[in-house]
């Protein structure tokens, strides 16, 4: 593509759901759009889970809109992506899983058109800029244990979701970076009891309070 017309579609093109921005209609980056999707549904069962069938429709839409952020200068990119990530962690979806999904993107783009990857660059540099706030609030290390510890108190629980402690994490995380209430929305839904076991409640719980501790001590 460098060198020549970018085409843009709209939202709408691929998940009826959606409204009218501009996605990318290129091929390629479509394509690579559905590979960096698949990508962060496999990381992340929690999206199946919680979001199903249309969660993926909007799931695509929104990395054909993260594509043309590529177009933008560093300051535009990351400012609407900061909109995107406080509309998404509203509804249950912290701002790590964004920050992930940036990763898969723009490495699934960069693999189709090796030609822009210096364009494609924006998208790892606003990744790595939301991977800062996050260790801003807990430090990388004290991120991992947290998730780790989850996992290891939820491991026999019939109800188990895998790699669900970092999500639990980062939606205090985002509670601290003042995104909203995320904690308590995901955590809503992750102690429901027609959805969870007794096990997997009070890990989820004990796993909420002890981000927050970490959080508090490292302010």
Same mark, same amino acid.
């Given at each position: 593509?460098?060198?020549?017309?970018?085409?843009?579609?709209?939202?709408?093109?691929?998940?009826?759901?959606?409204?009218?921005?501009?996605?990318?209609?290129?091929?390629?980056?479509?394509?690579?759009?559905?590979?960096?999707?698949?990508?962060?549904?496999?990381?992340?069962?929690?999206?199946?889970?919680?979001?199903?069938?249309?969660?993926?429709?909007?799931?695509?839409?929104?990395?054909?809109?993260?594509?043309?952020?590529?177009?933008?200068?560093?300051?535009?990119?990351?400012? $609407?992506?900061?909109?995107?990530? $406080?509309?998404?962690?509203?509804?249950?979806?912290? $701002?790590?899983?964004?920050?992930?999904?940036?990763?898969?993107?723009?490495?699934?783009?960069?693999?189709?058109?090796?030609?822009?990857?210096?364009?494609?660059?924006?998208?790892?540099?606003?990744?790595?800029?939301?991977?800062?706030?996050?260790?801003?609030?807990?430090?990388?290390?004290?991120?991992?244990?947290?998730? @780790?510890?989850?996992?290891?108190?939820?491991?026999?629980?019939?109800? @188990?979701?895998?790699?669900?402690?970092?999500?639990?994490?980062?939606?205090?995380?985002?509670?601290?970076?003042?995104?909203?209430?995320?904690?308590?929305?995901?955590?809503?839904?992750?102690?429901?009891?027609?959805?969870?076991?007794?096990?997997?409640?009070?890990?989820?719980?004990?796993?909420?309070?002890?981000?927050?501790? $970490?959080?508090?001590?490292?302010?």
């Amino acid at each position: 593509m460098t060198g020549t017309t970018r085409r843009y579609g709209v939202a709408r093109d691929v998940n009826p759901d959606a409204g009218m921005h501009a996605i990318s209609s290129e091929p390629a980056e479509r394509a690579a759009a559905e590979a960096a999707t698949r990508q962060s549904w496999r990381e992340f069962p929690y999206y199946p889970r919680r979001y199903g069938e249309r969660g993926w429709r909007f799931s695509l839409s929104d990395s054909g809109w993260l594509s043309t952020l590529s177009d933008s200068t560093d300051s535009e990119a990351l400012t $609407q992506l900061r909109w995107l990530a $406080q509309l998404l962690a509203a509804r249950g979806m912290p $701002q790590y899983l964004l920050e992930r999904h940036l990763f898969h993107l723009h490495a699934a783009l960069t693999e189709v058109m090796p030609g822009d990857v210096m364009r494609y660059a924006r998208l790892h540099r606003c990744a790595d800029a939301l991977r800062a706030q996050r260790v801003g609030k807990i430090p990388e290390e004290q991120f991992v244990a947290l998730a @780790r510890d989850f996992e290891f108190r939820a491991r026999n629980s019939e109800s @188990r979701i895998p790699n669900m402690g970092v999500v639990l994490v980062s939606a205090v995380v985002d509670d601290a970076l003042g995104l909203g209430d995320v904690a308590r929305n995901v955590g809503d839904w992750a102690t429901d009891e027609s959805r969870f076991d007794a096990s997997w409640r009070t890990a989820v719980r004990d796993t909420v309070s002890a981000a927050r501790r $970490q959080v508090s001590s490292s302010v």
